[in-house]
C-alpha cells in the first residue's frame, strides 16, 4: 500500500517560516557586532626631570682655607674654579663700591665681572676670574666672572600619561631611620658655612686634606678668625716654629691615640699635642713622646673664632 503525504499551501509557508527562524537564530551571535576592544593608550613620552640641578662648586669654607695658604698658591688654586656662595652686599664702611661678603667682618670680599641686570645678592654660582690680597689692609678680594641668581632652569613640560588602571596598594615598608647628623646637614662641631662652633666636637676629615713643609700631609678645618696668627701656620712646622709665630697657647695637654696601644708600632703619631688658643681655634702636633711632646710637627689647624681658649 502506497502511503501518499500531502501538503496544502498553508502548510508550506508555515514550515518555510519556522526554518527561516532558526536559520536567524543561529547566525545571530556571529553576525552581531561584537563591542569592539579598547585601544591601548599611547605611550606617554619619557618625563623629564621638572628642573635640572645647579651645578655645585667650592664652597665658602673652601674659599677661605684656600687663602690662608698664600697669594700665589690662592690664586692658582681659585682660579677657573667654579664657587658657590650666598652674596650680600659688604656693609662695611670705607670699602669700595660693588664688594660683596659672605659673612660680615673677615677681609673677605667678591667683586662680579659682569652682573645680571637687577642683580644685588643671592645664591650664586660662577668661575673665578681672578684673585688679590692688599696687604696693608690685609683684604683678600675674589673676582667672580658673573653675578646672577642662581635658579634651577625650568625643563620641557612633562606630558601626563593616561592613568593606569589602580592596583591595591602594597603595604609600605617602614623608612630606614636616618643617620644621626648636626642641624642642617652639618658636619659635627660645624654649621652649614663650614664655620667650626665647636671645636671639641669637630672630626677628623672634616676639613680639607693639605701637604705642607718637607711634605707632611695634615688637615686645616673652619674658616680663620679676623686676623688670625693661624694664617702664618703651615702643616709640618715643628712646635717651636709654630710658638714663635702663633704665640703661646692659651692651654695645652698631651694624650695617647689608638695607635700607641698597637703591638710593634713604632710611627709617629702614638702621641699628640693639643693648644688651644682663645678667640682663634686649636692646633694639633703628632710624634714626640708624652715626656716631649714639642717633639711633634702641626698635622691638623682648627679655625674657630669662638674658641674659649680651654680644654
Not at 18 to 33: D, F
Not at 166 to 189: N, Q
Not at 241 to 250: W, Y
Request: glycine content about 10%.
Amino acid at each position: 500500500m502506497t502511503l501518499r503525504i500531502s501538503f496544502t499551501g498553508a502548510a508550506i509557508a508555515a514550515a518555510v517560516t519556522v526554518l527561516l527562524a532558526g536559520c536567524a537564530a543561529q547566525r545571530a551571535p556571529s553576525e552581531s557586532a561584537a563591542p569592539a576592544a579598547p585601544a591601548p593608550a599611547p605611550a606617554a613620552p619619557a618625563a623629564n626631570d621638572a628642573a635640572r640641578k645647579i651645578p655645585a662648586g667650592m664652597t665658602y669654607g673652601e674659599i677661605t682655607q684656600t687663602l690662608s695658604e698664600g697669594t700665589a698658591k690662592a690664586r692658582k688654586a681659585l682660579v677657573g674654579k667654579t664657587v658657590a656662595l650666598n652674596l650680600s652686599k659688604s656693609s662695611t664702611k670705607g670699602l669700595p663700591a660693588g664688594l660683596y661678603e659672605v659673612q660680615a667682618d673677615d677681609d673677605t670680599y667678591f667683586r662680579c665681572k659682569t652682573s645680571a641686570a637687577g642683580f644685588k645678592g643671592g645664591e650664586v654660582t660662577a668661575k673665578v676670574s681672578n684673585y688679590t690680597f692688599t696687604q696693608k689692609t690685609n683684604r683678600s678680594v675674589v673676582e667672580l666672572d658673573r653675578c646672577a641668581v642662581a635658579v634651577a632652569e625650568a625643563s620641557a613640560p612633562v606630558v601626563a600619561a593616561a592613568p593606569a588602571p589602580a592596583a591595591a596598594p602594597a603595604p609600605a615598608a617602614a623608612p630606614a631611620p636616618a643617620p644621626a647628623t648636626a642641624k642642617g646637614g652639618a658636619k659635627p662641631g660645624m654649621d652649614s658655612q663650614g664655620n667650626v662652633i665647636d671645636s671639641t666636637k669637630v672630626e677628623s676629615g672634616s676639613g680639607r686634606t693639605v701637604k705642607g713643609m718637607n711634605d707632611y700631609e695634615g688637615e686645616i678645618t673652619g674658616n680663620p678668625a679676623k686676623n688670625s696668627k693661624f694664617t702664618q701656620l703651615q702643616i709640618g712646622m715643628s712646635w717651636k716654629q709654630v710658638v714663635d709665630l702663633a704665640g703661646e697657647p692659651t692651654d695645652s695637654g698631651a694624650y695617647m691615640t689608638g695607635k700607641a696601644w698597637i703591638p710593634f708600632y713604632f710611627g709617629g703619631d702614638r702621641h699628640r699635642l693639643e693648644m688651644t688658643y682663645k678667640g682663634q681655634g686649636r692646633l694639633i702636633f703628632a710624634g714626640g713622646s708624652l715626656g716631649n711632646v714639642s717633639g711633634g710637627n702641626l698635622i691638623w689647624i682648627i679655625h674657630n673664632p669662638n674658641e674659649t681658649g680651654y680644654r
